[in-house]
């Protein structure tokens, strides 16, 4: 029996918030094969039975696990999209770094400018005249057997800005062979919270999951107390 990628974290009439696993496609691509293997072709069946279908709101890389939130209307898809476009929504994720550095107490705030390769896709470092700003704040967190855990808020959502920017900063993501020319079985790379303004009338505002790689339990009481 195959395994389903995902596991449901919140649910009611107007969303569905997922933790989506490691390897796993939020939408399919323009290759058939991932018509009927991606996250919301599984959603779409899950909720078939109740006559009920997703609307996306944001993606994850393939590569990167946790939390997305979808809509169940149209009318929730905007007002959730608007605050993923006007940086609204506070997204922490966690990342492994192959340094070993030592813990930090103090957020460090780290921005930059980048613009798309049109023919390849990749990312890459630019200006403020040709770029789109990119920023977020990190923390260096506990040590872990194959590096040390980072603890990153993202105030923008551009592609693969974590990924590059921990390149720029010096940083080895652990799993990302595209920036940091690091092999590994999985990217050390993860979504753990998603927080919404009260403003916007969901029902629950903070949406999640119990971190990977920091292991400080209370994590998420200090971040929201």
């Known amino acids: 029996m195959k395994r389903i990628p995902y596991q449901i974290v919140y649910e009611d009439e107007e969303i569905i918030v997922v933790n989506k696993n490691y390897n796993v496609l939020t939408i399919a691509t323009d290759d058939k094969k991932t018509f ?35 809509a169940k209307n149209i009318e929730r898809q905007k007002k959730l999209k608007d605050c993923f476009l006007n940086h609204t929504v506070e997204r922490y994720y966690e990342a492994v770094i192959q340094e070993k550095r030592k813990e930090d107490t103090i957020f460090h705030h780290y921005e930059t400018y980048l613009s ?45 800005q974590i990924r590059i920017g921990l390149h720029d900063l010096g940083f080895t993501l652990v799993g990302d062979n595209r920036y940091s ?8 790379l993860n979504c753990f919270c998603l927080n919404f303004p009260e403003t916007i009338g969901l029902k629950e505002n903070i949406f999640s999951i119990n971190p990977l790689w920091i292991s400080d339990t209370d994590i998420l009481k200090k971040l929201h107390p």
């Not at 977020?136 to 551009?158: V, W």
């Not at 020319?181 to 050390?188: A, G, L, T």
């Open 36 to 70: 009927h293997n991606n996250l919301q072709y599984y959603l779409n069946q899950y909720l078939k039975e109740k006559k009920e279908k997703v609307f996306l709101i944001h993606r994850l890389d393939y590569e990167t696990s946790g939390i997305l939130i979808f």
């Open 181 to 188: 020319n690091s092999v590994s079985k999985r990217r050390y």
């Open 116 to 160: 798309i390769n049109s023919k390849n896709g990749k990312v890459f470092l630019s200006d403020k005249d040709n770029g789109k700003l990119a920023a977020m704040d990190y923390k260096i967190r506990n040590p872990i057997q194959i590096g040390t855990s980072l603890l990153i808020k993202l105030e923008t959502g551009r592609k693969n």
